[in-house]
Structures are given as structure tokens and as C-alpha cells.
């Protein structure tokens, strides 16, 4: 079935296209009409300017012509002159004078004299370095003799600092050992007044445990008859309690019967309105469709498409029969009460397990790691909390995203569970 509003809009958009279009058109073809015109309007008049000339020459037609209008005319710029440029000026560097020794005796006299000089002075140099030499040796033997003796008088004071401690250390023993004697000897004394005084002690304890002995033994005999007397009445309470049970257990039976029942009933009423009501609405969905089809398809021979009839499986609890006792039936209840914990455990486990796939398949970051799969195992206190370890993963970075996601799933927490130890839970995952 077609929505109207989206074929109305639809012919609006396409009506809307089509008037652009003809403004467009329309624009275009004044334009041309205008630059047509200014061609015809000015094609008989044509400007020459003549080269090197300040003439201008118009050729005026004989159909149109406008004597009115100033004609502009157009001068030529002359060219520059060209630019003279100067040789520069050269530079003349007049030669070395020629210097000619005058007088070469005296040159060589000068020379003579400058050598004996200069050995002079090394001599004088050699002379003066020695000395520096002897100086500083006997500068240096100076401070070897005032080391000798400064290490001599350290030597000394140490060896007399060590007869002084070794006195003192010898006084300190001497010192020591008596007052050991003196705290032996007190010592001695304190713990013999203590043995003393355990032994009085000792005495009074042994006095008193005779006393509190015969107490006892009074008090035990006393409660014996009253723990006799005390079973007894638990005893009768007990039969009493047994009775009651009984009766309880029998009511409670008639009672859950009743309601087992009553429940069914109820059950039967829901699937009977179900099935009516689905029954209506594949009535109602088929009349729709075979109205659709004989408006919009009239014309077209089409083959009816055969349903497959669903057959659904009735959920309706048999009622069941019990052939034994009520104190047989607590009996078997008992026995197998670590079966059913048994079997709780595993459900309780087997939630776990959905609840954290659940979380994981919900995880927005898994396509960043699509093909990669990992195993993680978890153990869950009752508070919800639990701590994981990933035993196995394909991928370095899918690693570090499911502990991040983890951890945030660790703070919101998994739920509570009543068992007093944790829940061990191994889960397979792979990234979509």
C-alpha cells in the first residue's frame, strides 16, 4: 500500500526541478538575445589606429553613424633611449722600490754581534734554569723530611691513645664483671623469693581444687537428673512435634494439590485463549491480505502459497501420582538433597556462563578483533564480585580490551548467589 504524503511530496520535488530548469532556459535566452543585439548595434564601425602615427582613422557606415560621440584615441609610448655605461677607470699599483744595501760591513758586524748576544743568553738561561732545578729539590727534600716527621708524631699519639683505651677497656671489664656479680646475686635472691612464694601458692590451689572438686561432683549429680529430666520432655515434645508434621505435611499435600490443579485449569484457559486469539489474528492477517491483493494486484495471476501447519507442543504439567508414604516421600527428599544442590550448583553455574556471554556478544569493541578467540576463566563470589584469568587468546590486543572490559564488568558486578564458596566458570569466547 502507497503512503500518500510521500507521492505528494515526491510530485512537488520533481514539479520544483522542472521550474528551475526554465528559469535557467529562460535567463540563457535573454543573455543571447542581448549579446546578439550589442553585435548587430555595432558591427559597421570599425577603429584603425595606424602604427607610429597619431591618427586615427573611422570607418563610418552609411546606414548608421553617431557624429556626436568622441572617438578616444590611442598614443603610442615612445621607446627609451639606450643607457651609456662608462669603461671603469684602471687602477695602476706602482712597482716596489728597489732597496740596495749600502754599507754590508756594517750589516755583517750587526749580525755578529746579535749571535753572541743570543748565546749569551742562553747561557744565562741555562744557568738560571739550574738553579730553579736545585731550588726545587731542596724544596721537595724539605717536605719529604716534614712528612717523615708528621707521620712519626701521628704514629706516637696512636700508639698512646691505644695504651689509654687499652687501660680503660681493661677498668670497663673490671667494672662490669661486679656489677654482673652484684645483679647475679640479687637475682638469686628474687627467684628464691618467688619459689617461695609459688610454693605458698601452690598449696592454696591444691586446697581450693579439692574444694571446688566436691563442689563438682555435687553440681554434676544435680545436673544429671535435671539433663534426665529435660530429655524426657524433649522426647515427648519431639513425638508431639513428629505428629504435627505429619498433619502438616498431609495438608500441605491436599493444599498443593488443590492449587497443582487449579493451576492447570488455569494453564488449559490461557493455551485455549492463546490459540483463539493467534487463530484471529491469522484470520484477521489473511482477510487484509487477500483485500491488498484484490485492490492493487487485480490483474495479476499469482499462485497461492501453501502454509505449513506448526505444530505446537502442549506444555501441560501431567499430574502425578504418589504411591508412597508422606514419611517415605521426606525420606527420599533427604537422600537426595546433595543431588539437588548438585544440580543447582550446575544451573546456577550454567547462568553465569549465559550472563557473561551475554555481556560479551553485547561488547561494542569486538569488531575491532573479528575472527579472534580467547578462554576465560572466572571465579565468582557470592557478593557477585569475581576475579578472571584469560588461559588463552589469539591476540595480544584482544587480550588488553577484555581485561578493560572486564574490569568494568567487575564493577557493575554479576549478581548475588547464596553458596558460602565461589563458582568456578570457564568461558569460550570469539570476537564478531
Known sequence: MFNGKKIISGIAAVLIYFLLIYIVLLNYNRHEEKAKNYV?????????????????????????????????????????????????????????????????????????????????????????????ARQAQIK????????????????????????????????????????????????????KKREAKKEQERLARIAKEKEATKRANQERARATRIKKERADKKERERLARIKEERDAVKRAERAREREREARLERERIAIKKEKERQARIRRERERRQ???????????????????????????????????????????????GRTSTRNRDSGVKNAYIAKVKRHLNNWSAQSNYKGNSATIRLTIRNSGKFRYVITRTSSGSLSAGLREFLDQLNRMGLGRHDKSSAYVITVHFKAN
Open 140 to 191: 721537595k727534600d724539605k717536605a719529604v723530611a716534614k712528612e717523615r716527621a708528621r707521620q712519626a708524631r701521628i704514629k706516637k699519639d696512636k700508639a698512646v691513645k691505644e695504651r689509654v683505651r687499652q687501660a680503660q677497656i681493661k677498668k670497663d671489664k673490671a667494672v662490669a664483671k661486679e656489677r654482673a656479680r652484684q645483679a647475679w646475686i640479687k637475682k638469686d635472691k628474687a627467684a
Open 40 to 132: 548587430e548595434e555595432n558591427s559597421n564601425r570599425v577603429t584603425v589606429t595606424l602604427v607610429n602615427s597619431n591618427k586615427t582613422l573611422i570607418n563610418k557606415s552609411s546606414k548608421k553613424s553617431n557624429t556626436k560621440r568622441a572617438i578616444p584615441q590611442q598614443h603610442l609610448i615612445p621607446l627609451k633611449t639606450p643607457i651609456k655605461i662608462k669603461n671603469p677607470i684602471k687602477r695602476v699599483i706602482p712597482p716596489k722600490p728597489n732597496i740596495k744595501l749600502r754599507d754590508r760591513a756594517k750589516q755583517e758586524k750587526e749580525r755578529v754581534r746579535q749571535a753572541h748576544v743570543r748565546k749569551a743568553q742562553i747561557k744565562k738561561d741555562k744557568a738560571v734554569a739550574k738553579e730553579r
Open 290 to 336: 487477500a483485500q491488498r491483493a484484490n485492490d492493487l494486484f487485480s490483474s495479476v495471476n499469482t499462485h497461492q502459497q501453501r502454509r505449513v501447519p506448526v505444530v505446537q507442543q502442549s506444555r501441560q504439567q501431567q499430574s502425578r501420582v504418589h504411591h508412597s508414604s508422606v514419611a517415605d516421600r521426606i525420606k527420599n527428599s533427604y537422600q537426595s
